[in-house]
Structure formats: structure tokens, C-alpha cells
């Protein structure tokens, strides 16, 4: 079996309202993601989520457009699908379908477990997104947010996708897109939902003085990677406005040691953060020892 040639579908429900990414997060409950819709890929594993307002025909069909878009950027082509019934058997879909010349078919009634590659991907996702969540929550419990999840969510698949597996040391994204990863994504990542300093904007413009960081007047919190820009740039939720932006000259606190800072007093771990911490890779002992693997 080739990349493409099943893909397993299904929905995320959430009774939690999600934010939308390009606004400020004060819209109405009914304007807010209410789901996602799940694909994972039969031959890699390979996950993508698109995110929903409403779980309707229009916006699952949306989805589907927007993952074969995304697969065909990658050199992957698309020939059958694989999902349970319900909105995916709705006419509008079924047309959405076989008007792409791709192929169809549904688990038994009763039986959930013929499509179980997708619902292990969406408790994969789910779990790792929540545990995201509950350590920013027991870490930093001032920006706790439950209504972030869509882009925990994001995060989740997209760290899920660059990770090499324990048993062949290929990472899903390789497989699906039948190329070599540089791991660039995985010595660019950080924890989500971490604290973040921005650069002050009239210091990256031409002309600019040194920089200069302050550790209270910029700090934001890290919600994941830009899924359109290159892979060191990180999306920034700006704690005031609410607004989240793609952001490149950034300074990560990944273990959290800057949240209690004073507004007066600078942290004593300042110096060392921006001196080293942006270059700097930590791996756990097992990384560096093979060993212990056995």
C-alpha cells in the first residue's frame, strides 16, 4: 500500500467552544470551532486535522478539499476513503467524492473498530493536546485557557507528523511525502503554551539599535508553529489583545523558570536564556545513551 491510496476519516467533537486563529478570541461561542475533522493516512500514519465551526456537510467537505490540498502540495494523490457513517454518507459529500474520481466506503454498523486507524488518531491527538493543556495549567495557571485546545490540537498533529517512530526511526511525514527530514522541526521545538519574549518591533526594522530584551514588557505565550511560514517560526499569543501572530526573533522560556518574575527584578536565568537558550537542544538521558533504550 502507497500514501494515498486509503485514507481514514472522522470527526473530533468538542463540548468546549475553540477560539479561531486569526481573530482575538472574544467571538461568540457560535462562530467558534465546535470539532475538527481527522484524517490519517493507512500506509505512514500521517494525521492532518481541519479545524470546524459546524460538523454540517459544507464545512466537512471544506475539510476534505483542504487535506487534499495539502497532500497534493506533497506529491500524494488521493484514491479512496475509509470512515463511519453519519455526514460523510450525506449525499453533498458522497457527490464531493466521486466528482474527484476517489472512492468511498464505510465501517458496519456497530462496527467503529473497521475504522479504527482514525479514532486511534484522534485519541492520540486528543491526549497529548490535553496534556499539553494541564501543563501549562499547572505551570502557568494565569493564562490557563481552555477555549486554546484547537491549537493544542495543531501542535499535537504537528509534532505527531515529525517524530520518528520508535521501531523504524521514520517519522510519518517522510512516508507520506516520500522524502528525508533534517529534523529541523523537532531541534526547533518547544513546549506548548511556554513563555515567550518578543523583540520590540523597532528594533528588528533596518537601522534598528542593538537588541535589547526586556523579560516583562514583551512576553507572550508560544501556541505552536506557523503552518505557512518556515519552520522556526513560531506563533505568539500576544497576552493583552489576544492576538495571535507568527513571530521569528523570539526568546523561549521552555521550563517555565520566568513566570513568577517581578515586574522590578530581572530572573536570574535572563542572561543564560538569551545567551544560550535559543541554540541550545536538551534531550533526555537516553538520547545521548542508547543503553537505556534496552
Not at 48 to 64: G, P
Not at 92 to 107: L, M, P
Not at 257 to 266: K, M, P
Request: hydrophobic share 35%.
Amino acid at each position: 500500500m502507497s500514501p494515498g491510496d486509503r485514507i481514514f476519516c472522522d470527526q473530533l467533537e468538542s463540548r468546549v467552544q475553540g477560539r479561531l486563529f486569526h481573530t482575538a478570541g472574544r467571538e461568540p461561542d457560535k462562530d467558534r470551532f465546535c470539532g475538527a475533522t481527522i484524517f490519517c493516512d493507512a500506509a505512514s500514519g500521517y494525521i492532518h486535522a481541519t479545524f470546524q465551526v459546524t460538523l454540517n456537510a459544507t464545512d466537512s467537505i471544506n475539510a476534505l478539499d483542504n487535506f487534499e490540498r495539502v497532500a497534493l502540495h506533497q506529491g500524494v494523490d488521493i484514491k479512496s476513503y475509509h470512515t463511519d457513517t453519519g455526514i460523510f454518507k450525506s449525499k453533498r459529500f458522497v457527490h464531493e467524492i466521486i466528482s474527484n474520481a476517489k472512492t468511498i466506503c464505510y465501517s458496519g454498523v456497530g462496527a467503529k473498530w473497521q475504522n479504527g486507524a482514525a479514532e486511534s488518531a484522534i485519541g492520540l491527538v486528543s491526549s497529548t493536546a490535553r496534556t499539553n493543556m494541564i501543563h501549562v495549567a499547572l505551570h502557568w495557571p494565569e493564562v490557563e485557557d481552555t477555549a486554546l485546545w484547537p491549537l493544542a490540537v495543531q501542535h499535537a498533529v504537528h509534532m505527531y507528523n515529525h517524530t520518528p517512530s520508535p521501531s523504524s526511526g521514520i517519522a510519518p511525514i517522510e512516508v507520506f511525502s516520500r522524502t528525508i527530514s533534517d529534523c529541523q522541526v523537532l531541534r526547533n521545538a518547544h513546549p506548548w503554551g511556554a513563555p515567550v519574549y518578543v523583540l520590540e518591533p523597532r528594533l528588528t526594522s533596518s537601522g534598528g539599535k542593538l537588541p535589547k530584551w526586556q523579560p516583562r514588557s514583551r512576553r507572550g505565550q508560544f501556541v505552536g508553529m506557523s503552518p505557512i511560514h518556515a519552520e522556526s517560526i513560531g506563533l505568539v499569543r500576544n497576552l493583552n489583545t489576544g492576538y495571535i501572530s507568527p513571530q521569528y526573533h523570539l526568546v523561549y522560556d521552555d521550563w517555565f523558570e520566568t513566570v513568577y518574575s517581578s515586574l522590578d527584578n530581572e530572573p536570574p536565568e535572563w542572561n543564560d536564556m538569551c545567551t544560550f537558550q535559543q541554540y541550545e537542544t536538551y534531550f533526555d538521558p537516553c538520547w545521548s545513551d542508547p543503553s537505556c533504550l534496552s
